[in-house]
């Protein structure tokens, strides 16, 4: 760890432990904040329900951007390449159509 770098303790509620699973997500973004709802598409059901929203700061969605980038790079290198089986439309897209390589800027 370097000098600069704090250690942060993480306490997380056994509630919030189970997670949500989301293959949906939509992003929005003002000049002030990007806004992140996460939902799921699963059949039989009538369509996707926003199940959790995330906002943040444009630093910090780059943050996760890249962060995501990192992850995503590792994971490739320790169990192979992940393969994008279709395209969804632009402003709604899977979590997984997320391509590691644009995250350089």
């Known amino acids: 760890m370097a000098d600069n770098e704090k250690k942060v303790n993480i306490n997380m509620d056994p509630a919030v432990a189970g997670g949500i699973y989301s293959n949906l997500a939509i ?14 598409v699963l059949p039989g059901l009538p369509g996707p ?8 700061t444009p630093e910090h969605a780059k943050r996760l951007l890249n962060a995501l980038a990192e992850n995503i790079g590792k994971y490739e290198n320790q169990y192979g390449k992940i393969e994008i089986v279709n395209q969804q439309p632009r402003g709604t897209f899977n979590l997984a159509d997320f391509n590691p390589s644009d995250a350089k800027s």
């Open 27 to 40: 992003i929005s973004h003002s000049h002030s904040e990007f806004i992140i709802d996460f939902a799921a």
């Open 49 to 56: 329900k926003v199940e959790s929203r995330i906002l943040m």
